[in-house]
């Protein structure tokens, strides 16, 4: 049963005016089988929040700490984190030519497991799971993301999610670009994950309309660089109908 936790986090990053603070003190802690949804408006820090943990290079990480299953994350190199039980579903995707999605699934796997899956049960689980997010087979000897639309882009990234069986995944506006269609197919696809391996989801985004397909079980508002409020799923519901005016005032 994973735990991700995070204490007092701060990172920076630089821009062009100089090293800018993003993240300002960041508690949170996220257990196997639980939904996070983390909502704010532009700038306020969330996709810095998912590649810091990820181990972004872009961010420095200035203070706090963030552990998985008691371990020092931020001591792990990037792909030590993921064979810790880290995931991140990027918000957009990149193209690796010459790569195609099949090898690249199962290389990733071997990695994570130390082992290479068995090819006659991993090419039934690969299809099964394919065919579950509605992917046309013809993609597995497809490049990774070359020429893929959004939506499939976002297929892509639970397909790798459903494979992989994280014990956290980071879900980074997932639901960005996608049609309604798409991002019912994308969500049952959490919902799956989530159903079949207890993973615990960081599910960060703008609006609520994702969350009526996958359920969360905490809401917290991200603004500043920082957690703002926190609670259930009626408060996503307040911020559907209020928006973030509330928060944003200069003392925030």
Avoid at 153 to 182: N, Y
């Amino acid at each position: 049963m994973s735990i991700l936790e995070i204490k007092d986090l701060h990172a920076t990053v630089e821009t062009p005016e100089g090293t800018k603070e993003i993240l300002k003190g960041v508690d949170l802690t996220i257990k196997a089988g639980e939904t996070h949804a983390i909502m704010g408006p532009n700038g306020s820090g969330k996709s810095t929040l998912a590649y810091a943990i990820a181990g972004h290079p872009k961010y420095e990480i200035t203070s706090g700490s963030v552990t998985l299953d008691g371990e020092d994350v931020l001591e792990m190199s990037v792909d030590e984190r993921a064979r810790a039980g880290l995931f991140l579903a990027m918000q957009y995707p990149v193209e690796v030519p010459g790569v195609t999605v099949s090898n690249f699934l199962r290389t990733a796997k071997t990695a994570i497991d130390g082992e290479a899956p068995a090819l006659r049960t991993w090419v039934k689980d690969m299809k099964g799971a394919m065919a579950d997010l509605r992917m046309d087979p013809v993609f597995a000897e497809r490049n990774v993301n070359e020429g893929f639309s959004g939506g499939e882009k976002k297929r892509h990234e639970i397909l790798q999610m459903q494979l992989l069986k994280p014990g956290i995944a980071i879900l980074d506006e997932t639901d960005s670009g996608l049609d309604v269609d798409a991002l019912r197919i994308v969500s049952e696809g959490v919902n799956r994950a989530k159903e079949n391996t207890e993973v615990g989801i960081m599910l960060i985004t703008h609006y609520t309309r994702i969350l009526q397909y996958v359920k969360p079980d905490f809401v917290h508002v991200f603004v500043n660089g920082r957690v703002a409020e926190q609670g259930g799923p009626e408060l996503a519901e307040r911020l559907e109908s209020e928006g973030y005016d509330r928060y944003l005032t200069p003392s925030a």
